[in-house]
């Protein structure tokens, strides 16, 4: 958790981004930006499932990185 709980939001409403972190990755648009009551900053990440449809993830800072693959729509 970052030490620095009043820093901006790195990442923005309509950013892709990618969940970087863990045992899988997924490339998200970020739906919300919001602070925890500790000050922690938490993003809402809009995932499109590959069936169809899409859900919602909730992540810290440390896990998304911005998309960085080529020619996405």
Same mark, same amino acid.
């Given at each position: 958790?970052?030490?620095?709980?009043?820093?901006?939001?790195?990442?923005? +409403?309509?950013?892709?981004?990618?969940?970087? #972190? !863990?045992?899988? /990755?997924?490339?998200? =648009? +970020?739906?919300?930006?919001?602070?925890?009551? #500790? !000050?922690?900053? /938490?993003?809402?990440v =809009?995932?499109?499932?590959?069936?169809?449809?899409?859900?919602?993830?909730?992540y810290?800072?440390?896990?998304?990185?911005f998309?960085?693959?080529?020619?996405?729509?």
């Open positions: 958790m970052p030490t620095n709980q009043t820093a901006e939001p790195r990442f923005a +409403v309509g950013d892709r981004v990618e969940k970087c #972190s !863990g045992d899988y /990755r997924v490339f998200g =648009e +970020v739906r919300g930006v919001f602070r925890l009551r #500790s !000050g922690a900053v /938490r993003y809402a =809009e995932i499109e499932a590959e069936g169809g449809g899409s859900f919602v993830h909730i810290s800072e440390s896990n998304l990185i998309d960085t693959r080529r020619g996405r729509a």
